[in-house]
């Protein structure tokens, strides 16, 4: 379960860290077809919010992570 949430974890915040680079700077204009937020249409127009959104939800579940992990250990 940790491996999981570790390896989704590092997915989300990657996805939210290169969508607000990308949609503010316009470092990677070749991302644009790699990004969640350019494929889902409801996002349009609030990109930099949602990439704020699913940087924050990939910190979170790699802190979940980490909690799951030390729970473990303790069995």
């Known amino acids: 379960m940790r491996t999981v949430l570790t390896l989704l974890g590092w997915l989300l915040l990657l996805q939210g860290t290169a969508g607000l680079g990308n949609t503010l700077l316009g470092l990677w204009p070749w991302t ?3 990004l969640v937020v350019h494929h889902v249409g409801f996002l349009d127009g609030y990109e930099v919010f949602a990439a704020i959104v699913i940087g924050v939800l ?3 579940l790699l802190a979940l992570a980490e909690t799951v992990g030390k729970t473990e250990g303790r069995r």
């Open 58 to 60: 990939g910190f979170v």
């Open 32 to 34: 644009e077809r790699l």
